[in-house]
């Protein structure tokens, strides 16, 4: 079901687009015909999208997107308004509107298109909202492993670090990245022998070969996981440590 809060000091309008939307499958609506009272209502209860006009007394639908946006609220906005100058619709935009559409003509067909920027919109934030949400559990998992995690470039330049390496490192964030792997690990200016991250460059498959890591005191499998783009390149990889012994 995607909430909408539909504003507009045109009661009748309000009526009708009300009527048109939730005819349409998954869309509930509610109404409001003041922007301050909207205001007060999208700070209290949640909703999937915004649909305002512009012109309204007291506050128009640009000031009512700016406060929006002022309280860190990244709903969809779509301005939905008979008033066309340019420098509205920029404005809008520049504030953070995700569609401005003009009214007019064809009740039908105007509301019909509302009905599909208001999909597209929440669609699109829910994406979003998806893949942050994933970034946010990889991290998580990243940094909860034990054993030390490093994503690198093809060229050994280290563009990512877990909370084990840092610990394992005693370094901090800024001080690991960019720095080759060979440098930061082995105090090497050369890749060390029988590193798996070169053979890994060769056969671009997993690879993997017990050492020594000098910078953590121990033998160590370490393990090289590529990944691919479409071509067959070698875009980022995967470098784990596993202990085996103190040295």
Known sequence: MISVLYIDDDPDLLELGKRFLQR???????TLDHAVQALDRI?????DAIVSDYLMPG???LTLLKAIRGDGNSVPF??????????????????????????GGDPLVQFAE??????????????EEQVRRMHWEWEHLFNAVENP???????????AANRATLEAMGCTMAEVLGTRCFELFHHRENPPPHCP?????????YEATKMPVEAMNGSYLVSC?????????????????????DQ
């Open 114 to 127: 509302l009905s599909h920027k208001i999909r597209q919109a929440v669609e699109k934030r829910r994406a």
């Open 59 to 61: 506050m128009d639908g």
């Open 78 to 103: 779509i301005m939905f308004t008979g008033r066309g100058r340019e420098e509205v619709v920029i404005d809008a935009f520049t504030s953070g509107a995700s569609f401005y559409l003009q009214k």
């Open 225 to 245: 996981t590529p990944e691919l783009d479409a071509n067959g390149n070698i875009v980022k990889v995967i470098h784990i440590a596993t202990r085996i012994s």
């Open 43 to 47: 700070r209290e209860q949640h909703y």
């Open 24 to 30: 349409e499958e998954g869309f509930s609506v509610e």
């Open 197 to 205: 991250l070169v053979t890994m460059t060769t056969t671009k498959r």
């Open 149 to 159: 995690i490093t994503i690198l470039a093809p060229d050994h330049r280290i563009i």
